[in-house]
């Protein structure tokens, strides 16, 4: 959810709120019909080819099957690749434990309770988090497999067949988002930006026509609940190059903020003055010129049309809704969405890694590893202790629910346990009691699986509140009918997998609530106060003289922010699931904390782009005394947000410098260094003065905002 319906909606308190909500979760949008489609085309596939075959692992293909569809044929191969290499080093790694402790059980315990560990660091350290995940999923879905009493050669056979129903789960996948792609181009993150902008604009064109529509005014609001998440996970999965996705990644978010913003407006009068709508006007023609603008190659929106004084009775929100688009046209110029973006033809890219630069000094990774290996490990022992591998699903919902915060991780709890119960004893025991007896052919259990998958698949589209518990019903459903090539006659497994399940939601209850847990409003803030610490750093870089070395230093800093930037806007989430007396306080400190975010972001790829200068890259050569009081001034930019971590943390800072004068020395410095009679000197550095003017009033406004209001 957005920041500014943050602090309009409240927790549900009747009936009439969850009806709302579901119609808004559930309300069809572009493209949500046809992700269905696909969706439960490929689990069905799936299904046929699996009971067909007597292929096992049945549930898990169906599920990774259901939830894998991708928005580009380049990210779907990129999908199927990660994850067909994730389950073959899954696939290796279990053999090899399993031939090498297999034979003694105390070395097998501990073999196990490192895997698990293992799983969760890799969640949080690896680059590639899908990969991650795969390898994971894998391993657990084994662990009981090479538990049980069979011969080694069934054990072995057993996990080749799990990475065979897996991977060929991904490949009918990509065969059904080719065809698709081939059939319906189109970029759903285009799209979904488009439609944002349009809604937008088409809310204020009402209100200056002093008008209401109401079916707009709803889209809006549903558009503000849905956030920004597909969108995000759309961007990670693109081909965009790490300084474009960094433009993009700012311009989804300042978007975000203006649906919010909009949304918000719906409830302000649209009775106004004719000079106030004549602004609504304004900015609703601008905000219909920004797609253009963005996705096309289209001059940029003349913002000088919405800079004069606000007129009498002006809604705050119009103005913060103009700072906005301007913004939005400032971060995208040179933007990858933009046709006239080309990428330096000198940067140097560092090489893939497999874990993140902080991985080992960052002790976050290492505690998320050790609270979800603990809670699996706890889940392990206990359904080994007592003998009951029914149970073994603990393990995977240990897996699935594992975030960072308490309240991310009690969403996803909550969502897990809810739709297990609907998939799993509703419509599982349901189907086996009342169904299941009377159908006799895989026809009449298709119509039950597409029954059951179809509306599963709709949940599981919705935004983030909700989208969890679709999968849900999907995978205890898949978990009850799948696993075995007949159809079950006792209730025994439904209720071994509920069991399992309630097992890892009281053990991630008691490691992740107990053990460094924490308010994710609280984590929002530590995010925060890193990421301005190493904004920071970032300004001061870069420290080697050395290229290849400058370049590494700077890619380690600016991948550690963006990280931390999805990090913060988790956290925020799960803010949104969290209760208690300081409820209110802390959706009012979230929706700061966002938009003093956006802010950084402008500020982060703002010093991307002064870093040229620093890097004397091609076409960014500047004379020495130039370079020396940039350098001068971009230390003092550091001092300045180094400044703003240290109040936030609480300490407290003395004598406070002001970066105007190095600002003037660099101005001057620039005219002094370039000759008349060299006008190409000056025009290599026609955009470095107005750049770090643009630092300055964002700093100056940082500062004000949060130390002054």
Not at 137 to 142: C, D, E, P, S
Not at 217 to 236: F, H, N, P, Y
């Amino acid at each position: 959810m957005g920041t500014a319906v943050a602090g309009t909606i409240s927790w549900p308190s009747s009936l009439l709120w969850l009806r709302n909500f579901l119609r808004d979760e559930l309300a069809p949008y572009p493209g949500r019909a046809a992700l269905v489609a696909r969706m439960a085309m490929a689990a069905s596939i799936v299904m046929l080819i699996d009971m067909t075959f007597k292929i096992p692992y049945g549930a898990y293909a169906a599920m990774y099957a259901l939830t894998t569809s991708r928005d580009s044929p380049e990210a779907t191969l990129r999908s199927v690749k990660t994850t067909v290499v994730g389950f073959a080093i899954a696939a290796a790694y279990v053999l090899i434990g399993g031939v090498l402790f297999s034979s003694e059980p105390a070395l097998r315990v501990v073999w196990v309770l490192a895997s698990l560990f293992l799983m969760f660091f890799l969640m949080s350290a690896a680059t590639n988090h899908l990969a991650a995940a795969r390898f994971g999923y894998l391993v657990a879905i084994t662990l009981t497999l090479w538990d049980s009493q069979l011969r080694s050669e069934q054990k072995v056979v057993g996990t080749l067949w799990a990475i065979g129903s897996l991977s060929l789960a991904n490949v009918i996948v990509l065969v059904i988002e080719l065809v698709y792609i081939r059939l319906y181009p189109v970029d759903q993150l285009t799209g979904a930006l488009t439609e944002r902008l349009q809604c937008s604009a088409s809310v204020l064109r009402s209100m200056g026509q002093g008008a209401r529509n109401e079916l707009t005014e709803r889209r809006i609001t549903q558009l503000a609940v849905l956030g920004t998440s597909r969108m995000r996970r759309d961007l990670l999965r693109s081909d965009y190059s790490s300084e474009s996705r960094e433009r993009a990644s700012a311009v989804i978010a300042l978007v975000g903020r203006l649906v919010d913003l909009g949304a918000n407006l719906t409830y302000f009068s649209a009775q106004t003055s004719p000079a106030v709508r004549l602004r609504f006007d304004q900015l609703a023609r601008r905000i219909e010129g920004l797609p253009d603008f963005l996705f096309g190659s289209q001059p940029r929106p003349g913002p000088s049309d919405v800079v004069m004084p606000a007129p009498p009775g002006m809604p705050p929100l119009l103005l913060e809704m103009e700072d906005t688009v301007s913004t939005i046209a400032e971060v995208a110029s040179g933007s990858k969405f933009h046709g006239g973006y080309y990428p330096p033809p000198d940067r140097l890219e560092s090489p893939k890694r497999l874990l993140v630069y902080d991985a080992f000094s960052n002790r976050d990774h290492v505690k998320f590893g050790i609270r979800g290996g603990l809670a699996a490990g706890v889940c392990y022992l206990t359904y080994n202790l007592i003998a009951w591998p029914g149970i073994s699903t603990a393990v995977t919902t240990c897996l699935l629910t594992a975030l960072t915060t308490v309240g991310a991780s009690r969403q996803k709890q909550i969502l897990r346990f809810s739709g297990a119960l609907v998939g799993g004893v509703i419509l599982g025991f349901g189907a086996q009691v009342f169904l299941l007896p009377a159908i006799d052919s895989i026809a009449g259990f298709l119509i039950l699986f597409l029954a059951v998958t179809i509306p599963a698949a709709w949940i599981a589209a919705s935004g983030p509140r909700l989208s969890y518990f679709g999968v849900q019903i999907a995978l205890a459903f898949y978990l009850i009918n799948l696993q075995e090539f007949k159809f079950q006659v006792s209730l025994t497994i439904a209720r071994d997998r509920v069991a399992g399940i309630l097992l890892g939601l009281l053990a991630m209850w008691l490691v992740f609530d107990r053990l460094w847990g924490a308010p994710a409003v609280a984590e929002m803030e530590r995010t925060f106060v890193s990421n301005l610490r190493l904004l920071g750093k970032i300004m001061r870089a870069p420290a080697s003289q050395d290229a290849s070395e400058a370049i590494d230093e700077i890619d380690s800093l600016r991948e550690t922010i963006n990280a931390n930037f999805d990090r913060l806007r988790q956290h925020a989430d799960g803010v949104m699931v969290e209760f208690g007396p300081s409820r209110e306080s802390n959706l009012r400190l979230r929706s700061q904390i966002l938009d003093w975010q956006l802010q950084l972001r402008v500020l982060f790829i703002l010093r991307t782009a002064l870093l040229k200068y620093r890097l004397r890259l091609s076409g960014f050569e500047t004379p020495e005394p130039v370079r020396v009081a940039q350098q001068a001034l971009d230390m003092q930019f550091a001092d300045q947000i180094e400044d703003m971590a240290d109040r936030l943390s609480g300490k407290p800072v003395a004598n406070q410098q002001r970066s105007e004068p190095l600002l003037l020395a660099l101005e001057q410095t620039i005219q002094s260094s370039c000759p008349t009679e060299l006008p190409e000197c000056l025009l290599a550095l026609r955009s470095l003065s107005p750049l770090c003017h643009q630092v300055e009033s964002i700093l100056s406004s940082l500062d004000q905002q949060m130390f002054c209001s």
